[in-house]
């Protein structure tokens, strides 16, 4: 038996070592937040936490992730309270279509871990590798420095 731990929860697997680590997430277990697009990593969406670095899981082998410590978008909130970065995007309106949206907070949470005041091009650079169809990138631009704003506070 293989085990993943996702969301500081353990779950147990009989991996062939074929299987995405996207597969088991939507597929076993239900986490859809993980998004499934373009299955090239070419758009961000299927982004995930491993080991503190933003992955795409849809390239990822989940075999590869056994004894590595994994978080998607649903494991950011606590009880039924959203992740600051999570409300950010809400607050400044950076949900549009929603598609994307997992994937930006994922790669902004990334961000921010290492980075917690960054420039307005760090933040660029950041969200490199995830596109928004909807063009929505004024206002996710806006909730990353909101969301730095309220974490760097909550850090004072």
């Known amino acids: 038996m293989d085990i993943l731990n996702i969301n ?4 147990e697997f009989s991996l062939t070592g074929y299987e995405t680590l996207l597969e088991v997430l939507r597929d076993e ?3 859809t937040g ?3 697009a373009c299955s090239e990593a070419e758009c961000g969406a299927c982004s995930v ?4 670095n933003s992955v795409l899981s849809c390239i990822t082998l989940a075999k590869d992730c056994v004894g590595k410590k994994i978080t998607t978008i649903e ?3 606590k009880d039924d309270e959203l992740h600051p970065i999570q409300q950010a995007f809400l607050d400044q309106g950076a949900v549009q279509c929603g598609f994307c949206i997992p ?8 961000l921010l871990d290492k980075n917690p005041k960054p420039t307005e091009e760090e933040i660029q650079i950041g969200l490199d590798g995830n596109i928004c169809r909807c063009a929505g990138y004024p206002q996710i631009m806006k909730a990353v420095k909101h969301a730095s704003k309220i974490i760097n506070k909550d850090n004072d």
């Open 8 to 11: 500081n929860k353990d779950y």
């Open 29 to 31: 277990l239900g986490f």
């Open 34 to 36: 993980t998004k499934t």
């Open 49 to 52: 936490i491993i080991n503190g």
């Open 75 to 77: 494991g950011l909130a």
């Open 103 to 110: 994937g930006m907070i994922i790669a902004t949470k990334t």
